[in-house]
Nanobody
Framework: VQLQASGGGLVQAGDSLRLSCTFS????????MGWFRQDPGKEREFVSS????????NYADSVKGRFIISRNNAKNTVYLQMNSLRPDDTAVYLC??????????????????WGQGTQVTVSS
């Protein structure tokens, strides 16, 4: 399985970005998916997760009401719509796939595959 994240960039506070993560090398609907973020020197932080069919989603409190996770199983892609971005959202965003947790999970150790990450920088 390979994951390719894209869509990051440099934006101003209050702007929006949509991240994409393309899945290949397996059967996408057999995986729960998640987004995490990481700053240098900090622990990897859970952002959001989504179940295999998109019917169940979960968000970190810090992004609830601003970010929306979704997936298109026909395109083998999971998305993270990020609105009202803040400087403290600045991080490398990574997507992950879990074969064991089809309904998604907030724990990084529950994921089997990781993408390379995409940088999001929010200026004040």
């Amino acid at each position: 399985v390979q994951l390719q994240a894209s869509g990051g960039g440099l934006v101003q506070a209050g702007d929006s970005l949509r991240l994409s993560c393309t899945f290949s090398g397996g059967t996408f609907v057999n995986y729960g998916m998640g987004w995490f973020r990481q700053d240098p020197g900090k622990e990897r932080e859970f952002v959001s997760s989504i179940s295999w069919n998109g019917g169940r989603t979960n968000y970190a409190d810090s992004v609830k009401g601003r970010f929306i996770i979704s997936r298109n199983n026909a395109k083998n892609t999971v998305y993270l719509q990020m609105n009202s971005l803040r400087p403290d959202d600045t991080a490398v965003y990574l997507c992950a796939a879990s074969r064991r947790y089809l309904f998604g999970t907030q724990y990084s150790g529950h994921y089997d595959y990781w993408g390379q990450g995409t940088q999001v920088t929010v200026s004040s």
